[in-house]
């Protein structure tokens, strides 16, 4: 069955410094993975998708992630952390078995110190 | 404007009562979702529906019902029988096969 973990709950870096957030999945096929971005009660945004093209992909906001097969990772980067980063993100993996149902990791929630 | 909407963004539940939340899509997606989210556990699946007069269960369907009459519209009834209801529920649609887009969420509470 496929999974994802998403390592660390809580992720705390400074106004300006690289922000790396992990995830590592399972999955017995090539998969889609995703990076979504959620603000305070609000519902589940886009940043960015991989699905089979290139490894390295680029999303919204200066966001980017690094597909690694050998690594089984997809773990999101920006160079840069702004304040309005802020906010929790989730990894998700979709089954390519038929349903294309996702699998959401459990998140990270991102604080941004001034 | 294409998008999903869900109502209300707070709803209240009192013992006993089943409770129905809304979602409607606009963009012509054949595929929508349920899902509900707590603290620290990510979304789980509760319902999914690929096309019209058709759902199947997620991995928590127990004590939730839906509907697919209209391509548009994919209600959640949480019903008596969920004892635990208090959560944030999300709905989302996609083209079959493809990204799945969000609304913005109904927060349930219980009386």
């Known amino acids: 069955a496929q999974s994802v973990t998403q390592l660390g709950s809580h992720v705390s870096v400074s106004e300006g410094a690289l922000v790396l957030l992990r995830c590592n999945y399972s999955?017995?096929?090539?998969?889609?993975l995703f990076w979504y971005v959620q603000y305070p009660n609000q519902g589940l945004q886009l940043l960015l998708k991989?699905?089979?093209?290139?490894?390295l992909v680029k999303g919204i906001n200066g966001f980017e992630a690094e597909f690694k097969k050998s690594e089984t990772s997809f773990h999101l980067t920006k160079p840069s952390a702004h304040m309005s980063d802020a906010a929790e993100y989730f990894c998700?993996?979709?089954?390519?078995?038929?349903?294309?149902?996702?699998?959401f990791g459990t998140g990270t929630r991102l604080k941004v110190l001034a | 404007d294409g998008g999903i909407t869900q109502s209300p963004k707070y709803l209240f539940r009192k013992e006993g009562q089943n409770v129905t939340l809304s979602c409607e899509q606009n963009?012509?997606?054949?595929?929508m979702y349920w899902y509900r989210q707590d603290p620290g556990q990510g979304l789980r699946l509760i319902y999914y529906?690929?096309?019209?007069?058709?759902?199947q269960k997620g991995d928590i369907a127990e004590g939730y019902s839906v509907s697919r009459e209209k391509k548009e519209s994919f209600p959640l009834t949480v019903t008596s029988a969920q004892k635990n209801p208090t959560a944030f529920y999300l709905c989302?649609?996609?083209?079959?096969?493809?990204?799945?887009?969000f609304g913005p969420g109904t927060r349930l509470l219980v009386l």
């Open positions: 529906s690929q096309i019209v007069n058709d759902f």
């Open positions: 963009l012509n997606h054949d595929a």
């Open positions: 991989y699905t089979s093209a290139a490894t």
């Open positions: 989302a649609s996609s083209a079959w096969g493809e990204t799945q887009y």
């Open positions: 999955s017995s096929v090539p998969p889609y």
């Open positions: 998700a993996v979709s089954d390519l078995g038929g349903t294309y149902k996702y699998i």
